[in-house]
Antibody, heavy 120, light 106 residues
Framework: QVQLVQSGPELKKPGASVKVSCKASGYTFSNYGISWVRQAPGQGLEWMGW????????KYPQRLQGRVTMTTDTSTSTAYMELRSLRSDDTAVYYCARSGGLGTYWGDSWGQGTLVTVSS | DIQMTQSPSTLSASVGDRVTLTCRAS??????LAWYQQKPGKAPKLLIY???NLESGVPSRFSGSGSGTEFTLTISSLQPDDFATYYC????????FGPGTKVDIK
């Protein structure tokens, strides 16, 4: 069965960076993309971007351009999301989700979520 | 950016009720819309993609319809497991989620 397992919770100071991992199993990793979605405490869902596991092509929303980088390692079927210059409002649960190819940014299987707390 | 709105923000209903949730886009998104269910402390679960396609394993009491700017998610007979928050997501241009509709017990 498809499974996405994310790395553990993180506590970071403002201005620091965080890198969250998402290890996939149960399917051919390079045939799909990975989307990243976050959810601030008590808030709704925010799409953070998408990466193709086939060729590394990425799509980021304008508001996160320059602060976020998504990568994949096909040898370990793992996706990564790095967010830099952290602020308190980046405190959220971060999810990875299996997506399709370019333009198909829905997620049909999700990781368990990683809590990132930004606090001085 | 394409903005998504959902109504109502909260819906109180009883087991067995037929419920309809609405999602609107700020511009036409064709049928590039997905619906998710989320329960507290859990990851979202995909219910519907491309506006009306039922995800594998999702009960048939869930259905989606619409195109352009207006979409609906219908639960034909609400079950105890369906009390949750529902989000729509457009993926016509990048992706954006709606603010969600919480379905709670009347």
């Amino acid at each position: 069965q498809v499974q996405l397992v994310q790395s553990g919770p993180e506590l970071k100071k403002p201005g620091a960076s965080v890198k969250v991992s998402c290890k996939a199993s149960g399917y051919t990793f390079s045939n799909y993309g990975i989307s990243w979605v976050r959810q601030a405490p008590g808030q709704g869902l925010e799409w953070m971007g998408w990466i193709s596991a086939k060729n590394g092509n990425t799509k980021y929303p304008q508001r996160l351009q320059g602060r976020v980088t998504m990568t994949t390692d096909t040898s370990t079927s793992t996706a990564y999301m790095e967010l830099r210059s952290l602020r308190s409002d980046d405190t959220a649960v971060y999810y990875c989700a299996r997506s399709g190819g370019l333009g198909t940014y829905w997620g049909d299987s999700w990781g368990q979520g990683t809590l990132v707390t930004v606090s001085s | 950016d394409i903005q998504m709105t959902q109504s109502p923000s909260t819906l109180s209903a009883s087991v067995g009720d037929r419920v309809t949730l609405t999602c609107r886009a700020s511009e036409s998104i064709n049928t590039w819309l997905a619906w998710y269910q989320q329960k507290p402390g859990k990851a979202p679960k995909l219910l519907i993609y491309t506006a009306s396609n039922l995800e594998s394993g999702v009960p048939s009491r869930f259905s989606g319809s619409g195109s352009g700017t207006e979409f609906t998610l219908t639960i034909s007979s609400l079950q105890p497991d369906d009390f949750a928050t529902y989000y729509c997501q457009q993926y016509s241009t990048y992706a954006t989620f709606g603010p969600g509709t919480k379905v709670d017990i009347k």
